[in-house]
């Protein structure tokens, strides 16, 4: 596996942690800036909805340089939004760092995995894409409460300081790990990359994504209320466990997304269905909680590599495109969470979890079409899970990313 893939990992580590360090200092940002907690969270939905509406048009002004130096622009960018955050004294300040900071790290999501596909192999695309996804994994994992042990022990700037320092060191490792890579796969120029879209194809296997997301977001937006029944403490130890399930199935799903893409899509989706409606009914038996929340741990953000693969092969493996699906994404982490509230003040804390079971069933019927195409091919290469070959005039690059 190209070193580079790993300098991503770091990348999207730090721009994970940024993004999750609000929600893990709600009181402390509230008490610092003159604020109400519910204003606090209006910084994580601006965060989202800068990252899924702005991210793309970054992208496009930075389509036509090389791959690392538009990586370079966009974690100074994200550097420059993250030093605001950490020396904002008002609420307006630190809503616009919020802004600036989602926009650059959707515009890096989508670079970063056009990167991941340019420097390896077809057949070991979607392995790559985990490695670099685990990036978003760990963030989760270790980035958030990190983050939160810093902020409590020593500030909410210090947090933004620590998160700055590490964006620095992965701004670096990308400096000399990552290789110059001037043509993009598929792409070309602005009406080239834009034309893809008119695939209505392409519309259907970005919304498996967003369903995807949206049903496990839908879930892990409310673990914490819907675990009060546990013994104090024993809560932050089951986010740990389900962020360490995040690194163990986004492991195993590289391992396959290459080969068996839409089977595999299919499968996580069957079996968070399960684990969603099994978690409504068994929340009350605390081992069979913990499993069904491992699980939804398992298969559900853990679909990235095979969603991101589905996607490339569907459309290319542009910088826009994979941009755009990073849009598609954060559109499912807004609707399971916003549609988990509204269905919470009408059925109860349990409701999102039923909620997060049916866009999961709605997933699978946009992922059905593919699985009967890959089980009745009626010619070669029509099923979605099958490696094209390079386009002409890209090269393939060696596992230390040389072009060979």
């Known amino acids: 596996m190209p070193r580079a893939v790993y300098v991503l990992a770091l990348g999207i580590f730090a721009m994970v942690t940024s993004e999750f360090v609000v929600a893990g200092l ?3 940002m509230a008490d610092g800036l003159n604020a109400t907690v519910p204003q606090i969270g209006y910084l994580i939905t601006a965060f989202a909805v800068a990252m899924a509406a702005g991210g793309p048009f970054l992208t496009v002004a930075l389509m036509k340089r090389p791959s690392r130096t538009a990586l370079m622009v966009l974690f100074a960018i994200f550097l420059a939004g993250n030093v605001l955050a950490a020396t904002a004294t008002g609420y307006a300040t630190m809503l616009v760092a919020r802004i600036v900071t989602g926009i650059a790290s959707q515009a890096f999501f989508g670079v970063g995995i056009s990167l991941c596909a340019q ?22 994992l270790l980035g958030l409460p990190l983050s939160t042990l810093v902020g409590e022990r020593f500030g909410r700037r210090a947090a933004f300081w620590t998160i700055t320092g590490i964006t620095v060191i992965a701004a670096v490792a990308t400096l ?8 993009v796969e598929g792409g070309g120029g602005f009406r ?35 675990l009060t029944g546990f013994a104090t403490g024993t809560v932050p130890l089951l986010l740990i466990a389900y962020g360490a399930a995040t690194v163990v199935g986004n492991t195993v799903v590289g391992r396959f997304a290459d080969r068996h893409t839409v089977p595999v899509l299919a499968l996580g989706l069957v079996l968070n269905t399960v684990f969603l409606a099994g978690f409504v009914l068994l929340a009350d038996v605390p081992a069979a909680a913990v499993v069904c929340m491992t699980g939804i741990g398992l298969v559900g953000v853990t679909m990235n590599p095979a969603m991101a693969t589905r996607v490339q092969r569907t459309g290319n493996a542009g910088p826009l495109v994979n941009t755009v699906h990073s849009s598609f994404i954060t559109l499912g982490v807004i609707l399971g969470s916003s549609l988990g509230a509204v269905v919470i003040d009408a059925w109860g804390l349990r409701a999102p979890l039923w909620l997060g079971a049916a866009m999961a069933l709605l997933g699978l019927a946009t992922v059905l079409p593919d699985l009967a195409r890959r089980v009745t091919p009626t010619k070669r290469g029509e099923s979605g899970d099958r490696t094209p070959p390079l386009p002409s005039g ?11």
């Not at 000399?176 to 043509?183: I, L, N, S, T, Y």
């Not at 890209?394 to 060979?404: D, E, N």
């Open 26 to 28: 709600m009181p402390q």
């Open 119 to 140: 420097i390896t192999r077809p057949e070991v695309r979607g392995r790559a894409i985990s490695v670099a996804m685990n990036g978003l994994m760990l963030g989760t």
């Open 176 to 183: 000399f790990g990552a290789p110059r890579v001037q043509r």
């Open 192 to 226: 080239q990359e834009v034309g893809v879209f008119r695939k209505p194809r392409l519309w259907l296997v970005l919304s498996t994504s967003t369903l995807v997301i949206g049903a496990t977001f839908s879930a892990f937006s409310y673990f914490n209320p819907i």
């Open 394 to 404: 890209i090269s393939s690059f060696s596992a230390g990313g040389v072009p060979r």
